[in-house]
């Protein structure tokens, strides 16, 4: 019996450490959320060298346009790839997209043709920064434009700064550079720990684009 009281005791114990681990964590969250009192829109920044900072924007535009919001997609780089978000997000209304038609600039090897197709698809971008009814702006690899100065980085600094108040913008790419994640409101870096075409392992429609 009393070993039967002994580890119900035990019991009961734990369930009450965890009950004040998880009010702790409660005081601590409901905390913050009473100091983030701001209403407006963010910016950012998703860099890295692991895989998965292209589908963490397209999921972030799709969670958007969930909600009912519209959207739009300025896609650079990788633009004359087959691409399974874009198949889809064309197919909505709410989403804008704008597509640097040249591809991956190893494959170009013509810097000008590829600063000219960047420089076209950012001009052709520029009046959604300026539309409140476009809720995010993903701007995907972004980061290659400004690295390869195929856009000036103050005036796409300036013109994220000057956009609506509750329009969100994120970019992503490698090599983000200091610049671009002292003016975000958040950034996250993806870290490379594996990756299967390291190993040979075939990039795969519907995983890799």
């Known amino acids: ?85 874009r198949n889809m997000l064309q197919q909505m209304a709410a989403v804008e997209f704008h597509v640097m038609g ?3 600039t190893w494959e170009t090897q013509d810097d000008e043709q ?13 009046p959604m920064f300026n539309n409140p009814d476009i809720r995010l702006i993903l701007l995907d690899e972004l980061t290659y434009a400004l690295n390869y100065k195929w856009l000036d980085k103050e005036e796409v600094l300036a013109t994220i700064a000057a956009r609506p108040r509750m329009q969100s913008v994120i970019v992503t790419g490698r090599g983000a550079k200091k610049y671009l994640c002292d003016a975000a409101d958040t950034v996250s870096e993806v870290k490379a720990i594996k990756h299967a075409f390291s190993a040979g392992i075939k990039a795969q429609k519907g995983i890799e684009w």
């Open 102 to 104: 040249t591809g991956f």
């Open 1 to 85: 019996m009393s070993d039967n009281n002994s580890d119900l005791d035990k019991q009961q114990a734990k369930a009450e450490r965890h009950k004040q681990r998880m009010q702790q964590r409660k005081d601590i969250v409901d905390a913050g959320v009473e100091r983030a009192q701001q209403e407006r829109g963010v910016f950012i920044v998703l860099t890295g060298d692991g895989k998965g900072k292209s589908s963490s924007g397209f999921g972030t535009v799709l969670r958007a346009v969930g909600h009912g919001y519209k959207a739009g997609v300025v896609q650079f780089i990788k633009g004359t790839w087959d691409c399974g978000e």
């Open 114 to 126: 590829d600063k000219a197709a960047a420089l076209a698809v950012w001009e052709a971008a520029k």
